[in-house]
């Protein structure tokens, strides 16, 4: 690793670029936005689409654009939700195995430490 943390790309040799720990707190910090924005994300919508209806009935464009935007807002917050949560599933299962091919690649050279080469 270098001195400003970064791995030097010529070195790694098809390795996998980020340890465990790394991809772990990735696939952590996915999994907590998702949970706030399944907490969070949807506080305005019942607020605003029903601003939106009651502007509309009123005659007031505004009205549907707001409509429209509660709906785009509940649309991509949903597709960003789902993507943070394929993330973190990812990248958590990543780290496990990349955990236990370590641990199975250091049994075989304990096993086959007797063997000249390795």
Do not use: C, K
């Amino acid at each position: 690793m270098t001195d400003d943390g970064y791995r030097d790309p010529a070195r790694n040799f098809g390795d996998q670029a980020m340890d465990s720990a790394e991809l772990e707190g990735i696939g952590t910090a996915a999994a907590d936005l998702t949970a706030e924005l399944l907490l969070m994300g949807g506080a305005a919508e019942d607020s605003s689409a029903a601003a939106g209806r009651v502007l509309a009935a009123d005659g007031f464009a505004t009205g549907a654009a707001l409509a429209d935007v509660v709906h785009r807002w509940t649309t991509q917050e949903r597709a960003l939700r789902d993507g943070l949560q394929r993330v973190a599933e990812h990248l958590g299962v990543s780290a496990r195995v990349g955990v236990q091919l370590e641990e199975a690649i250091a049994e075989g050279l304990r096993l086959n430490s007797g063997i000249t080469g390795l």
